[in-house]
């Protein structure tokens, strides 16, 4: 059973967050949580809408699994917007390919999610960003936390 | 680079499958190659699935499977997500090229459209077979149709 501190860290993390400069090197925003902790749900997701404002080009985000590896268990991140969706997954210990979605300004979103039972302490970043790659600000729900 | 033949054929591949309703015995099956150029990590299939009343009753959720047809590639495993208004889940087949498909996934949504996509986790071209019902609160099979939004 997921508790309200969970949600509450995934929430803080992001908001503290927001100023990292991290390996990504491009997130604006950056939250760190525990996807399946109880480790008995294979379809455990992690969901949240992002609010990207006027100006906006693209939506982009990385994950990196932070969870000692094991076999057939990968951490992806979605993101998803009208009629387009891509996805990357870290693998290794490293953090995914970055990825993006070019749906301009409007409501994104953005899931972390696994391939099998098992629970993974994940990170993810994203941003929302112009034409020119530079970030136009997020403002991030969580939705689900799972 | 995706080309028209490979996205018509999952399109005609929806339809048939659709055409293969007969009675209450269902065949919303679709089957298509998910980055057959094997070159895109990133490829997913996305499309719109539109569940209503057809007289069997409403809507209570959408239930979905994905069985990966292609061999095991170790760290190449296929998955099916579903999202409604807020909601979120996905299944993986553990086990690629054997005859059994993954456990079910399914999102209590009601009436309405939900979206279902196709993924996977590294390169490499990857034949599936998608299943998708709409479901009244007794498992039975209602209103159920699907339009095709993304094809990698």
């Known amino acids: 059973m997921k508790t309200p501190s969970i949600k509450k860290a995934f929430i803080g993390a992001s908001i503290l967050a927001a100023s990292l400069y991290t390996s990504l090197a491009m997130a604006y925003g950056i939250g760190s949580a525990v996807l399946d902790s109880a480790g008995n749900n ?17 939506f982009s985000a990385a994950v990196l699994d932070t ?25 290794n210990g490293n953090w995914s390919d970055i990825v993006s979605v070019y749906g301009g300004a409007g409501t994104y979103y953005l899931s972390v999610r696994k391939t099998n039972v098992g629970a993974r302490n994940f990170t993810v970043g994203w941003d929302c960003r112009d034409s020119n790659n530079v970030s136009t600000g997020t403002d991030l729900q969580v939705l689900q936390i799972q | 680079m995706k080309n028209t033949y490979l996205k018509n054929g999952f399109i005609t591949a929806l339809i048939l499958a659709v055409i293969g309703y007969s009675g209450h015995t269902l065949a919303h099956s679709a089957g298509a190659t998910i980055d057959s150029a094997g070159n895109n990590a990133s490829a997913t299939d996305l499309a719109q699935v539109i569940c209503y009343d057809d007289g ?35 299944v993986t087949d553990t086990v690629s090229g054997d005859a059994n498909s993954s456990p079910s996934a399914k999102i209590s949504g009601g009436d309405g459209v939900y979206y ?6 590294a390169t490499g071209a990857r034949d599936f077979t998608v299943t998708y019902h709409c479901q009244t609160a007794a498992d039975v099979h209602t209103g159920t149709d699907i339009t095709v939004l993304q094809v990698q």
């Open chain 2, 116 to 121: 279902l996509s196709v993924s996977k986790t």
């Open chain 1, 42 to 58: 294979a379809s455990a997701t992690d969901l949240a809408s992002v609010n990207c404002p006027d100006g906006t080009d693209h």
């Open chain 2, 56 to 90: 069997d009753g409403p809507t209570d959720h959408l239930y979905v499977t994905i069985q990966d047809n292609s061999p095991p590639v170790s760290g190449l495993l296929l998955s099916a997500q579903v999202y409604k208004d807020g909601h979120m889940t996905n």
């Open chain 1, 67 to 91: 969870s000692s590896q094991v076999a057939g268990l990968l951490v992806s991140v979605h993101i998803y917007k009208d009629t387009q969706m891509t996805t990357a997954t870290s693998t």
